[in-house]
């Protein structure tokens, strides 16, 4: 993954700073000549194109002049917003402006008319209006990340009237951090599960010991700390992170804590899985993992005791576990420094992660209805309603975090970015399919993606969610393949299967779905088939 | 601090084998060690020592031995 890091001042130091990203950094303040001008061959050979700003340069740039400096960062502004516009295929990550706490007006800008804040504030809206307008448009809340290290540890005066280059390594690192989130890892996606244990870590104390009145959850004092952290879990969940429960406890003493304790937080619907025994985490997590229908490697661990941290990743080495706070009131802020902005970042949140935990449970009432009925009986009760989008921009953002995250169903596993799903839609050369599922349970938003290069007449991907396999609408899926490519006078279609250690599941979809194999690599690698379109499956 | 620890930044951020880079290696004697390598160079001991320079320090200490004498100064021990 290549970023084009542009800046206004010496960008080379830069080169290194942003592992695993290959950086790659062209002159000395050149970022107006980028903004203002053509994409040049160097930016697009790399997958986006980062804006750094450093507000103490700006300012130095107009000599302290604060009309002056608003209006070169209202002007770095706007043209972040209209050079993602005219660039629609290519990431753009632009930080906001943040300038010295103190400044020559001191106290009397506020009265003055413009101050440092409005120039910052300014900045900030016009960006983060354009990228709510622009899919492409990403905002790099710099002046945020200044303010959580402080003004001090983040720059390098030293080095800034050495080499103009005023950024510290540790606000280098946090911005590291912050890049990995908004532009994703391919080969890290974020996780999916969150495991919590509870003694010591939703609440103080021990149940078991203290009863579920006796444990430390209260308005005041540690137990706040404790309720906080229990209600940033809560936001979590809303946003589509599937809780899970691990804790070594009698299931009676945890059902009584959600029953009786009403300082709790988290309520018994918010936990996907909750398992209370005495079993080993480590099994209970694989049980977990399969209940849930999601890989271990989706899963990150919060444990108070090292020892559980310990066998976990000793045991299951797939499972995420990040340290513990030592002192439990860092807990509410722990959780959203290190856990969510390392493990679940998000930069858009679509409708279907809002509405996931209903979904996952949905599912387990689904299955005891299956377990009452013949399979077919079963499929024809649940009154199953399939909505296929064709090239609908709308849902560029959900169809890339599909291809993003979805490692089972997946015929050939391609990863793609929302800008450059949009670049399909747009394309006359692709045709991009997004199937939407409802049944009488509920709605299950968008759970199934094809996209058809027509141009070489192939399927390039497939893919389907875990959470509706094994309910026969993957035939469905690739029916309307074949319909929609037909309308566009396409009525063969080759498609692949690329086998991952994960993709299992799929092998035996496209021979099923009547395609013919043409070649196929030695020791079950990849194979390459092909069907026309009146093939009965 | 190690004199070791402060060879093997300077050679990964002049990009060069570690074993080139000796105890009396400095910006006259060594190939790409320019003012842009030495910003590479002072930000991984920043992050290595805690070591803030300034910019006096910075550019007075395109050595080895210079830069080892100045982290010296900076971390009591």
Known sequence: ???????????????????????VTGTFNDYR????????????????????????????????????????????ALSCGSFAEANPGLTIVATTVKFPCFGPASYSEVRGGLSRTDIEADVYNILAEASRRIPNLLLLDLARAIEYLGEKASFHVGMRYFGRFGLS??????????????????????????????DNTLWGGVVGDLGPQGI????EGR???????????KQLVKRGVLLVGLTKNNAMDVEEVFQRNDMMVLERDDFAVLIADWNPKSENVRLAAERLNIGLDSFVFVDDSAVERGAMKNLVPEVAVPDFPERF????SWICDIVVADYFPTYSVTNEDFVKVSQYRNNAVRAEMKKALSYEEFLSSLDISLNFLVDDLDHAERISQMTRKTNQFNLTTRRYSTPEIAEMIRSNKWMVIAMSYADKLGEEGIVGVAIVDLEVRVIDSFLLSCRVIGRGVESKLMKAVFDFASKKGVKE???????????????????????????AEKGGGVEIYSRSENVNS | MSIRRVREIVAAELDIDAGSISDNSSSDNTKGWDSIA????????QAEFGKEFSTEEIAESMSISALCRIIDRGTPS
Do not use: W
Not at chain 1, 223 to 233: P, W, Y
């Open chain 1, 33 to 76: 000549r980028i903004l203002g001008g053509e994409l040049g061959s160097e930016i697009k050979q790399c997958n986006a194109l980062l804006l750094i700003i450093d507000g103490v340069e700006l300012l130095s740039e107009v000599q302290y002049d604060l009309s002056e400096a608003a209006e070169s960062a209202r002007s770095y």
């Open chain 1, 223 to 233: 137990g706040r700390a404790f309720r906080n952290f229990q209600a940033v879990l």
């Open chain 1, 1 to 23: 993954m290549k970023i084009f890091v542009s800046t206004n001042f010496t960008p080379e130091p830069l080169r290194r700073a942003f592992s695993p990203f290959e950086v």
């Open chain 1, 216 to 219: 430390e959850l209260s308005q």
């Open chain 1, 329 to 332: 009131e860092d807990l509410p």
């Open chain 2, 38 to 45: 030495q910003i590479g160079i002072c930000l991984a001991l």
């Open chain 1, 493 to 519: 279609l080759g498609a692949t299967f690329i086998p991952t250690p994960k993709n299992d599941v799929a092998r035996n979809f496209l021979p099923h779905e009547g395609f013919q194999l043409m070649r």
């Open chain 1, 169 to 198: 390594a540790t606000l280098l690192d946090l911005l590291r951090r912050q890049i990995k989130g908004l532009v994703g890892v391919p080969d890290s996606p974020p996780k999916k599960a969150l495991a919590v244990d509870f």
